[in-house]
């Protein structure tokens, strides 16, 4: 009898404790799905962490994150962002996509092709959404002063630097448009720095720089040993546009290099802030407002900052560079405020 009682006595505190552990699990449960919702709906009180995809060290778009990132975690509550540089800048889409980044910086033609699933990203990532237009990150084309080259259409069996394989791809198409075929063109693929030196030796004859906003190397190299910008002919500048309206080519203005003082052209990277569609609201709503009322701050940090304005994302609006449809709830609940779309 007694050995019955204890034995019950044991069942009934194995019942009860697993009646507490179940009780206990389910209100972590429904307080864990409380927090997510808190997130979904755009709970400004509810803290945002996480990671910024700049670009690669020392580069245009990793000097400028890092000024976009203090203004963001300088002019927000409860937003506190790093910054991360991925090994290529191919690698942001894929970060945003599967939550390892909050923003990235990219060219609107790569996050088309991410978007698509198309070229180096092997399925659609639809987890994706733009934020703003930022500035146009133009390619150019530029010789010593003293070369005999004068045009793009000239660069038939001419030595020419590019700093890698998706460079060297869209300023193929761009010559392609002038009528040369750009498989008689000798590549040579160099890190800016060697790219510089190389053409300071005669190494090679053409390089492919990321000329504006402003770049150190070329601004030494015009400086020291004089440089000028290859002609684009319209006919092949409108070609050109008109095939490939996501690298269409923009204007260098005149005395933004030492000796150059006439406008030159270049290939255009539209250059475009993303996030992840699964940041709230309010928070996006919060980065858009904090980088446009403050871009003075980012300027002094580079000054691509000038150009991440109001009239730049309409612009890009526009022209087709982003559309307005896809733009991240938050920020088009700020560009409507503004009267930038309807």
Known sequence: MIKRLNSMRYLLLVVLALVLVVGCSGKDEDTSTDADDGEKTGDSGAPLSGAFATGSSGGAYNVLGGGMLKVINDNTENINLNATTPPSVSQTPLALSDGQAV????????????EEGEGEFDEPLDNIAPIMGLYDNVMTVNVLEDSDLTNLN?????????????????????IKATGIDESKIRWEYLPYAEMTEAIKDGNIDVGVYT???????LEE?????????????????????????LWASSVIPAGTYPGVDEDAYGLSYFTVLYTNNDVSEQHIYDITKAILENNDAITEVHPAGEY???????????RDVIDPEKLHPGAKKYFKEQGIID
């Open 308 to 318: 991440i304005t109001l009239e730049k994302t309409k612009e890009y609006i526009d």
């Open 221 to 245: 190299l015009a400086s020291t040993h004089g440089i000028r910008f290859l002609e684009i002919d319209e006919d092949a500048r409108t070609k050109f546009d008109e095939e490939f309206p």
């Open 154 to 174: 000239e660069l038939e069996g001419q030595k020419v630097g590019v700093a890698s394989e998706s460079t060297k791809d869209a300023i193929a198409e761009f």
């Open 103 to 114: 923003l990235g910086l990219g060219m609107m033609d790569m996050m088309k092709r991410a």
């Open 211 to 217: 000329g504006f906003p402003r770049n150190g190397l």
